[in-house]
């Protein structure tokens, strides 16, 4: 079946260093989008991608689209506290159906 | 208002129990989803609802019966389940349920199967 695959699985980093997940998927993706989901939360949607190669930036945030559709990135510049959190990529494989990747956990390091 | 609201946020109940779960929002969404959490897992999509019928159904089991009275309320009734069943149940919606809609959570019931 579609899968989209997201590492590290975890990511422990000291409060202002920079934070990186990756976010693959088997198929083309018609869309990609990321959530964030706080401890005992639930997922809160960052952003959405669409076109090949395309780069978002939202302050200390960049997401990246891969050329194929097929990858993702998020990377985070400076990590706070309240960067803590799972994330999680999510796409579209042409239908109704969101497929959410495995997820990345970080946690930060006062 | 974007917020999708769900009751109860907790539920414990036995294996021979019947109980069902709540979602509401009222931003004029067309498009409601369950899905189901594990700890430490990615939401698994349960179902979806499309203008009030149902057009997605991820091969759940029939203990899970989802109903949409209307369009701003999502229903899951949940009768005899298994201790396995135990996660967090989100709720979302969309605006018509198309491929590049933002989907909105509320804050999940959490379930505990005995």
């Not at chain 1, 000291?14 to 693959?24: A, L």
């Not at chain 1, 799972?86 to 956990?105: D, H, P, S």
């Amino acid at each position: 079946g579609q899968q989209v695959m997201q590492i590290p699985q975890y990511q422990h980093v000291q409060e202002g260093e920079d934070f990186t997940t990756y976010c693959n998927s088997s198929t083309t993706l018609s869309n990609i989008q990321w959530y964030k989901q706080r401890p005992g939360g639930h997922p809160v949607f960052l952003i959405q991608l669409v076109k090949s190669g395309e780069v978002k930036k939202q302050k200390r945030l960049t997401f990246q689209f891969g050329e194929a559709k097929k990858n993702s990135s998020l990377h985070i510049t400076a990590t706070q506290t309240t960067d803590v959190g799972t994330y999680f990529c999510a796409g579209y494989f042409g239908n109704e159906k969101l497929t959410f990747g495995t997820g990345t956990r970080l946690t930060i390091i006062p | 208002d974007t917020e999708v609201t769900q009751t109860p946020k907790h539920l414990v109940m036995g294996m021979t129990n019947k109980k069902s779960l709540k979602c509401e929002q009222h931003m004029g969404h067309r498009a409601m989803y369950w899905y189901k959490q594990k700890a430490k897992k990615p939401p698994e999509l349960m179902f979806v609802y499309s203008y009030e019928k149902l057009s997605i159904n991820e091969s759940v089991p029939s203990r899970f019966s989802p109903e949409c009275p209307n369009s701003s309320l999502l229903n899951l009734h949940l009768h005899a389940l298994q201790p396995e069943d135990s996660a967090l149940y989100l709720c979302a919606s969309s605006l018509q349920g198309g491929f590049q809609e933002t989907q909105y959570f509320g804050p999940g019931t959490r379930l505990l199967v005995l």
